[in-house]
């Protein structure tokens, strides 16, 4: 009698782990299924490149490819490069800013319907879909970071930079981070609703490299905006991270002594918190929605 009474106890200890199926921690899963996640990662990654005989080089190929055709139409033709010193570096800091925005907020958006194999079949948290797809763009993002890295070196980095410079890349870095993957967990869920969201985050992309001031310098801007407007332009997620990467990767290889703008780690700091906010409110909405994705596809 006794056996069995202790034999129970050991079962309902064992069970006391378990948790309710379909039941997910949010983000907060994410890392209890980090396996699971580099799978997603190599299979999103084996699917992008089938049948490519190129393969990872297009990550080097695609972006080169548009920054050579920004320098020649801005640079050469409205003679921009004559106006900033080191401009193909200040275009090329800002423009992997947001290509890896754009990237981020156009493969997160699509995650859930292109995995939608998987989300009707077995649950698992759904986030590991956008999280997994920004993990591809980080993978095309750090071969971008490296070549700038490299002609920054040659161009005299290291005889400028200091510690703010360190500190506005990471935080630009994480800015963009957190606010692509915020846009693209709430509209992946909106996209298994209304596919119209995947026509509205391309026209967004769009517009994005015009949008934030990697052609030309923000204060291009401001002499066409009344002060507070500027402030609210200045403050948005994505020109505040090509800010910190302009003032962290091409500031330091030029004979300036001003900031690059007034208050920009600060800005840098506000636009953060925007994006984590942000953050909050997709994963809501998200964990709102997500249990009507395997019916709704």
């Not at 026509?199 to 052609?215: E, G, K, Q, R, T």
């Not at 002499?223 to 403050?235: C, F, K, N, R, S």
Request: aromatic share 16%; with cysteine; proline share 3%.
């Amino acid at each position: 009698m006794n056996g069995s009474k202790k034999q129970k106890s050991t079962e309902d200890d064992s069970l006391g782990d378990l948790t309710t199926p379909g039941q997910s921690k949010g983000l907060l899963s994410v890392f209890h299924y980090r396996y699971l996640l580099s799978l997603i990662v190599q299979k999103d990654l084996r699917v992008r490149y089938r049948g490519s005989y190129l393969g990872m080089i297009w990550t080097y190929i695609k972006p080169l490819t548009q920054f050579f055709v920004y320098y020649v139409v801005m640079g050469i033709f409205l003679g921009l490069s004559k106006r900033g010193e080191n401009y193909a570096l200040y275009l090329f800091s800002g423009m992997i800013v947001v290509n890896y925005f754009t990237e981020t907020f156009r493969v997160c958006t699509r995650s859930i319907r292109s995995n939608r194999g998987l989300v009707k079949k077995i649950y698992l948290p759904r986030e590991l879909f956008p999280v997994s797809s920004q993990r591809v763009a980080m993978v095309h993002f750090w071969p971008q970071v490296a070549i700038l890295f490299l002609f920054c070196v040659i161009n005299g980095w290291f005889y400028g930079v200091n510690w703010r410079h360190i500190v506005a890349i990471v935080l630009g870095f994480a800015t963009v981070s957190v606010f692509g993957l915020a846009l693209g967990i709430l509209f992946g869920a909106l996209n298994v609703f209304y596919q119209d969201a995947e026509n509205f985050v391309d026209v967004i992309n769009m517009l994005s490299p015009w949008l934030s001031p990697i052609m030309y310098k923000a204060s291009v801007v401001s002499a066409h905006l009344p002060d507070w407007l500027m402030h609210i332009y200045l403050l948005y997620p994505v020109t505040a991270s090509a800010e910190l990467f302009h003032y962290g990767f091409w500031y330091p290889t030029t004979d300036q002594t001003e900031a690059l703008s007034s208050h920009l780690l600060l800005n840098g700091g506000i636009g953060f918190g925007i994006a984590c906010v942000l953050l909050f409110i997709a994963e809501a909405v998200f964990k709102r929605l997500d249990g009507r994705f395997a019916q709704e596809l």
